[in-house]
């Protein structure tokens, strides 16, 4: 019988981490460790605990560093804190690379928002303008999300040298009314008491919409891809930017 994968979190006291926590320590084939929060000893951690693979919910602040340090000590990251940047991770990607392990760094873990995204990716070539409009709880530190923003950023790229069409009010007389903008790409963020994590996108042609949504009614929407993921990341040495990467959802 094959020896359990053992897993530690950082963030394991926030909103998703002990949601996972929970999850993980009846998941079969998975051993859950334990946590490590912000001002606990890292270095003493992974050295104690040896874990193969470490999950991170924190902040991006915080995050980069954490998977540094659990690479170094042989473990894969699996990274779902958002607001890293794109040379922060491939600060991560070198660093799995050269200590042969497995990783990912995901803006979403939730398979729902995932499709989401790739079905949102099959459409961008046939409509001329689209907007996104991300929901999430009153606390989430950025906007907008890193889903909304990787989002966007792939829509943009889809169309290449033929970019959406975002109109702009000829008096704007509320800053910011038609949100920010990435690539023709507009970008609404919506913060209250209430929600988790929505988001949908709405695609406009003359007479029509397309309307790609996907609801987050609680943080356990988050286990299975982050499951999915140790279980892929600590069984080989790739690095994966995206769940859907590692799904094989990626077009193009």
Known sequence: ????????????????????AASLTG????E?????????????????????AFIDFTRPSEALH??????ASGASPVVGTTGLSSADIDKVETACHEKNVGGIVAP???IGAVLMM???????????AVEII??????????????????????AARRKEKPFAHRKAEKETLAGTRGGEEGGVAVHSVRLPGFVADQ?????????????????????????????????VTAEPRFYRGLDELLGLRIG
């Open 108 to 110: 979403n873990f939730a």
């Open 118 to 128: 790739h079905l949102a990716d099959i459409a961008a070539p046939l409509f001329d």
């Open 27 to 30: 998941e079969p084939g998975i």
């Open 1 to 20: 019988m094959a020896e359990p994968i053992r897993v530690a979190i950082a963030g394991h006291r926030g909103k998703v981490g002990s949601v996972l």
């Open 66 to 71: 954490n998977a540094l340090a659990a690479i």
């Open 32 to 52: 859950y460790v334990g946590g490590v929060g912000h001002g606990d000893d890292l270095a003493a951690f992974l050295h104690e605990k040896r874990p193969r």
């Open 134 to 155: 991300e929901m999430h709880h009153a606390a989430k530190l950025d906007a907008p999300s890193g889903t909304a923003l990787s989002t966007a950023r792939r829509l």
């Open 200 to 232: 949908e996108v709405i695609f406009g042609l003359p007479g029509q919409t397309l309307t790609i949504a996907h609801r987050t009614t609680s943080r356990e929407a988050y286990v299975p891809g982050v499951v999915l993921a140790i279980r892929r």
